[in-house]
């Protein structure tokens, strides 16, 4: 793993409290998953974290699923010529001339999780993040105009998401995240920071999606101009797609 400890004057590392709860948690969830299984899944190409100490895809992964994938598709592919899944490392080169099948293989999200995830930073991302059991989702938010807070992780920060019906009440393995034509009723929490990067409070915002609701697909925002609702619209159609209709309470 890597560690970066937190200097006051360092705005880039990752703020930890006292008791240290962030690497409490992350410990417990490479010792339930076994380091062992930890290991050989990530190998010599991937890490639980970025060397910023923000957390890597497979760290994000293994606190949803217990699983630390470090893709987002649905189960494994293997890496040929005409893969597009992503650019390869030395090592990996250097193992796949060696014969190692595992940097040939690309290990994906293996089932679904009781919690989804969605985001723009991945290259793929597949139905089981964005299906998951219970309709809750974390959100990686790209940067946005006038968002001046520190503490985003390499210009993205995470919010929470879930419906507010009683669908998250009795959600199964078969169902239970399908969305409704009618459209479904969401509650964003968003984290509030300080000029320091420490979360204050959190921030509520209500949000009606109906799927198929617009006659032409959503444009993606101007980056220089994108706000919080248009990140966070973009990352909802991944789910309810280019087509939905998605409307702000007013806070």
Same mark, same amino acid.
Request: aromatic content about 10%; some cysteine.
């Given at each position: 793993m890597y560690y970066k400890k937190f200097e006051k004057e360092d705005k880039t #590392?990752?703020?930890?409290? &006292? &008791?240290? *709860?962030?690497?409490t948690l992350v410990l417990s969830a490479i010792l339930t #998953?076994?380091?062992? %299984?930890?290991? %050989?899944?990530?190998?010599?190409?991937?890490?639980?974290?970025?060397?910023? *100490?923000?957390? !890597?895809?497979s760290l /994000?992964?293994?606190?949803?699923?217990? $699983?630390?994938?470090? $893709?987002?598709?649905d189960g494994n592919k293997t890496r040929d010529s005409t893969s597009s899944a992503g650019i390869m490392s030395k090592d990996q080169l250097q193992a796949i001339a060696d014969g190692s099948n595992s940097a040939k293989e690309l290990v994906g999200v293996q089932k679904r999780s009781l919690v989804g995830f969605l985001? +723009?930073?991945v290259k793929e991302l597949g139905d089981y993040l964005k299906n998951p059991i219970c309709p809750t989702w974390v959100l990686q938010l790209k940067s946005y105009a006038n968002d001046t807070k520190a503490g985003s992780a390499n210009g993205c920060q995470f919010a929470v998401i879930y419906r507010t019906d009683e669908v998250i009440l009795s959600a199964s393995d078969d169902e239970g995240s399908v969305a409704s034509e009618q459209g479904v009723d969401l509650l964003l929490l968003l984290p509030k920071?300080?000029? &320091?990067?420490?979360?204050?409070s959190t921030e509520q915002r209500k /949000?009606?999606?109906?799927?198929?609701?617009l006659v032409t697909a959503a444009s993606p925002?101007?980056?220089?101009? !994108?706000?919080?609702?248009?990140?966070?619209?973009?990352?909802?159609?991944? +789910?309810? *797609?280019? $087509? !939905? *209709? /998605?409307?702000? %309470?007013?806070p």
């Open positions: #590392a990752l703020p930890l409290d &006292d &008791d240290f *709860g962030t690497e #998953a076994g380091v062992p %299984e930890v290991q %050989e899944t990530l190998g010599s190409s991937h890490s639980l974290t970025l060397r910023s *100490g923000y957390p !890597a895809t /994000i992964n293994l606190l949803l699923t217990g $699983f630390p994938s470090p $893709f987002c598709f985001s +723009k930073e920071r300080s000029n &320091d990067g420490a979360t204050t /949000i009606f999606v109906r799927p198929n609701h925002p101007e980056e220089s101009s !994108a706000t919080l609702e248009d990140r966070v619209n973009e990352v909802l159609r991944l +789910k309810w *797609g280019d $087509f !939905a *209709g /998605i409307q702000w %309470e007013e």
